[in-house]
């Protein structure tokens, strides 16, 4: 299903995504930038959200994007659009290079030097052709299998709801100096969240896996496993005295925070 939508929607764009990306940088220099550079992407995306066996909300969705960075006199300049219309696209280069014009130069401004090495994009194996092969109704089926294995258990007295989630993108990048690179990556995941206990000690917990490759995602069993023995490992708490002990956190807490730090400290949020 989705790949014939993404084929359908192709047709809107002929211009390939490799052509597009080199066209602007080329415009961009005809514009007056010193250094230009364009990433064009290319995606589908699919969403739904189970609760009690029931669907809350499903996501169907392509999309394209074009995202540009102008550099002129070391002053920079960004933009994007999600509109791949010719004109629209000329228009936007042409604003950028004007507004980087107003800024306000930086000596550090300016793309990275160019690697020797070239990268094989698909030794990384980041696409999957399983994933765009599921049809809507696997994604769903897996969504609502997920969440009935965890209310299996009667501890277990609520749910959030069960969650699959999938993503295809083709993305290029194309450098004023020459780089021109592309590859494909897609992504599923699926998850469920929980609740146990009563009025008075009611607590709640979650599970998810997310993988490139479908074959590596967990299965609902073991999704729903996971999710309640993290539920109810809350019930019953007992208090402990106050005392200075080291804090450990665990992997998924971990990983949330040092998000949230590597967020702070991008060279955009600096």
């Not at 897609?186 to 998810?208: I, K, N, P």
């Not at 309640?228 to 992997?251: A, D, G, H, S």
């Amino acid at each position: 299903m989705s790949g014939r939508r993404r084929e359908a929607g192709a047709a809107d764009h002929p211009v390939p995504l490799r052509d597009l990306a080199g066209s602007l940088v080329a415009y961009a220099k005809k514009c007056g930038a010193d250094e230009a550079e364009v990433s064009v992407a290319d995606g589908f995306e699919f969403n739904v959200d189970v609760r009690r066996g029931r669907i809350e909300t499903l996501v169907e969705a392509g999309s394209r994007s074009a995202g540009l960075k102008v550099i002129k006199d070391r002053k920079t300049a960004y933009a994007s659009s999600s509109d791949l219309d010719g004109g629209t696209l000329r228009r936007l280069v042409r604003n950028a290079v004007r507004r980087a014009e107003l800024g306000s130069p930086d000596e550090c401004a300016g793309l990275a030097p160019r690697e020797g090495a070239a990268i094989d994009a698909a030794a990384l194996r980041l696409y999957d052709p399983a994933i765009p092969a599921l049809d809507s109704r696997t994604k769903i089926a897996l969504a609502t299998e997920t969440e009935r294995a965890a209310l299996r258990d009667k501890r277990i007295t609520n749910s959030y709801g069960a969650t699959f989630a999938s993503n295809e993108i083709r993305s290029v990048l194309a450098l004023s100096n020459g780089f021109v690179g592309e590859y494909a990556q897609t992504y599923c995941g699926l998850g469920v969240g929980l609740q146990a206990g009563g009025t008075d000690d009611r607590v709640e917990d979650s599970w998810s896996s997310s993988k490139c490759h479908f074959k590596d995602l967990e299965r609902p069993e073991e999704i729903a496993r996971k999710a309640v023995e993290r539920t109810v490992r809350q019930l019953k708490p007992r208090k402990i005295r106050t005392q200075n002990v080291p804090v450990i956190f665990e992997p998924t807490q971990t990983a949330w925070l040092m998000g949230f730090l590597f967020g702070c400290v991008t060279g955009t949020a600096v």
